[in-house]
Nanobody
Framework: QVQLVESAGGLVQAGDSLRLSCEASGLSFAHKVMGWFRQAPGKEREFVAAISESGITLVYAEFVKGRFTISRDNAKKTLYLQMNSLQSEDTAVYHC??????????????????WGQGTQVTVSS
């Protein structure tokens, strides 16, 4: 059974930093593309970042480039999202996700098969 357990998010102020983690079990983590998505109230889920199996390929949404960094530790089966210079627009529930085999489009939610329960990140301005 695949499980994705995300760390607690939190309430931070604009300009602060926060690191999310997602611990995976029940899957061959090192052989899966992993991604982060987010969903703000009243909005559709949107792509944030993705990382290839080896960690060499990193893909980011335009709105987080230079502020967020995705990384992974395959030995620990853990995915990370370091978020710096947080803005109120970053307020959302953040989900980690497991990419399907032979994923084509890292940015498409439909290319991911398993999802974490989500963790709330609230940025106050």
């Amino acid at each position: 059974q695949v499980q994705l357990v995300e760390s607690a998010g939190g309430l931070v102020q604009a300009g602060d930093s926060l690191r999310l983690s997602c611990e995976a079990s029940g899957l061959s983590f090192a052989h899966k593309v992993m991604g982060w998505f987010r969903q703000a109230p009243g909005k559709e889920r949107e792509f944030v970042a993705a990382i290839s199996e080896s960690g060499i390929t990193l893909v980011y949404a335009e709105f987080v480039k230079g502020r967020f960094t995705i990384s992974r530790d395959n030995a620990k089966k853990t995915l990370y999202l370091q978020m710096n210079s947080l803005q109120s627009e970053d307020t959302a529930v953040y989900h980690c996700a497991v990419g399907r085999s032979y994923i084509i489009d890292y940015r498409s939610a439909g290319q991911y098969t398993y999802w974490g329960q989500g963790t709330q990140v609230t940025v106050s301005s």
